[in-house]
Each structure stands twice: as structure tokens, then as C-alpha cells.
């Protein structure tokens, strides 16, 4: 509590009696003088102080919004509406059966890869109502590539390119073998910071990466004029991202999300117009490979 104390450089007869000083009456009693309430202002202004006092000390910082480069393409941010994702990712590739490592190395579809991809592009071609409007995005890398054409052609719809979608690099191991990249790879903390977890690779891309340019690339394909389906055309580590993104998972809380799905397979998505939800309805079906 604040003492009742005398003005530096003011005699207290030089102050008129009665004078209120620190929450305190002063009279002819002068420091012997009883205390008063202070008014309810004086005690509001009084706690308000306190308070900034203490929370200059103990407050965290406040939570700052996401960025528009990490925000996830959540309605509002992207046009509301009913809409139907299919998530692809491709099938066999050659990186596969040679024991290579993938991510970005332009490996191609094996003679089977390139089976099982026609056989994509049929179970769309089932699944998407005629006359429905269609959007073919892909990754641009070889094997992506030549499995969204061949969706496109069963879809009879041209595939656009986007390189925000390729599969997560691992820098100087792509292309070699795949023991080479398991002898040099530090697995990610089980706590930490697990997005931005360097793997002992030189060139390679953190989680976090991925996940920001996928969650972009989402987001660009869901704003696009039309697209009552959408089929996106991915890889294996990417469509986590995608599945992340659509339901949306800010890219701070994606450090442990894994929706594994494998080769060839359909993730389905859905977006309906009475509740606004964004569904999960299929997370890798390969009954279409059969």
C-alpha cells in the first residue's frame, strides 16, 4: 500500500488542509492523520496499473493470426460451395521397383503404373456425374504427369500443372538408393519442433515447406472459377498436405499428421451445402486396382 508521504520540495503547512495526497486525507495531524477511502476512480486507475505492471512481466505474447502463406484454404478464405476432391496419387513408378529414393526425381511410370493409371481414370470417370463441371490439377513431375492424362482423357478434361505439388525433396538422396538415404537420415524428435526438423540431407525440404506449398497450391485450386469436382494429382507424403489442408489444420499444428494412402489410390473429399462441412469420406481406396 502506498505511503502517505509529504511532497518533495511542500512543507505541509504550505498545503491547504485537506488536501487528499496518495489516498490519504491530510489534516493538522499531519502523517498521523487517519486514512480515507480513495474515490472509486482513484481505485480503478490504481488497479489498471497493477495490472500493467504484472502483465508486463508474466503475459505471453498474444497469438498472432496466420499468415496468408500458411493460412489453411478454409471457406471464407477460399468461395464456400458444394464440392467433390478426389485425390489421387500415382501409381507404380519406376523409382519404386528400382529401390531408388523418390521425392522429386523425375522417375516414370512403369509398364503396370501405367495400367493401374487408365484404371484411375475409369473409376472417376464412374464417379464424376455427366455434364458435371471438372478440374484436373498434378504435380509436373514425369509420373504425376502421365497419370493425370490419363485421367484428363477419361475425363475428357486437359490437366493443368503445378509444381506446388510435387512430392516432399530429398535433396542429394534422390535418384539414389534408397539404403544410401537410410544411412544418412535423422528421423524427426517424437517432441519438438518436428516441422522444421532437418534430416541430414543437403537440398532437402522440411515438413514445413511441404506443407506451405501444398496448403498454396490447394488454395489457388479450390478459389478457381467452377469445379464441382476436383481431382487433384499428387504423391504419397504430399496429399497428407492436401487431406490437412482441406480440413483445415493450421500448418503450426501439422507437425505429427500423417494420412498415409497408398500408390494409386483415391482419397475422396467432400464439401456439402447445408452444414458447410468439409468431409473425409475416403482416405486411400485402391478397390479400383483390383
Do not use: C
Not at 82 to 88: A, D, I, K, Q, Y
Request: hydrophobic share 40%; glycine share 10%.
Amino acid at each position: 500500500m502506498l505511503s502517505d508521504r509529504r511532497v518533495a520540495g511542500t512543507h505541509p503547512a504550505e498545503r491547504p488542509a485537506g488536501r487528499t495526497i496518495l489516498g490519504h486525507r491530510s489534516t493538522a495531524l499531519g502523517r498521523h492523520a487517519l486514512p480515507r477511502r480513495a474515490p472509486p476512480s482513484t481505485l480503478r486507475l490504481a488497479a489498471l496499473l497493477a495490472r500493467a505492471r504484472v502483465g508486463a512481466v508474466t503475459s505471453p505474447p498474444a497469438a498472432r493470426p496466420p499468415s496468408e502463406d500458411t493460412a489453411p484454404p478454409v471457406p471464407g478464405r477460399v468461395p464456400p460451395r458444394p464440392r467433390t476432391v478426389h485425390v489421387v496419387t500415382h501409381p507404380e513408378a519406376t523409382h519404386h521397383v528400382d529401390g531408388v529414393v523418390g521425392g522429386q526425381h523425375h522417375s516414370d511410370l512403369t509398364a503396370a503404373g501405367a495400367r493401374d493409371a487408365e484404371r484411375i481414370g475409369a473409376a472417376l470417370r464412374a464417379r464424376v456425374p455427366g455434364g458435371a463441371d471438372v478440374r484436373v490439377v498434378a504435380s509436373d513431375l514425369l509420373r504425376t504427369r502421365r497419370t493425370a492424362a490419363a485421367i484428363g482423357r477419361a475425363l475428357a478434361v486437359e490437366p493443368s500443372l503445378d509444381p506446388r505439388l510435387r512430392e516432399k525433396s530429398y535433396g542429394t538422396a534422390e535418384g539414389r538408393p534408397q539404403a544410401w538415404l537410410d544411412a544418412r537420415f535423422v528421423p524427426p524428435p517424437a517432441v519438438g519442433d518436428r516441422l522444421r526438423h532437418a534430416e541430414g540431407l543437403d537440398g532437402a525440404e522440411t515438413r514445413h515447406d511441404l506443407a506451405v506449398r501444398v496448403y498454396a497450391a490447394l488454395t489457388d485450386a479450390l478459389s478457381g472459377q467452377g469445379g464441382d469436382h476436383l481431382v487433384v494429382v499428387t504423391h504419397g507424403f504430399a496429399a497428407t498436405f492436401v487431406v490437412a489442408g482441406w480440413i483445415g489444420l493450421p500448418v503450426d499444428a501439422a507437425g505429427h499428421v500423417a494420412f498415409p494412402v497408398p500408390s494409386g489410390s483415391i482419397t475422396t473429399l467432400r464439401e456439402d451445402d447445408r452444414f458447410h462441412n468439409r468431409a473425409v469420406v475416403t482416405v486411400g481406396d485402391v478397390a479400383h486396382l483390383a
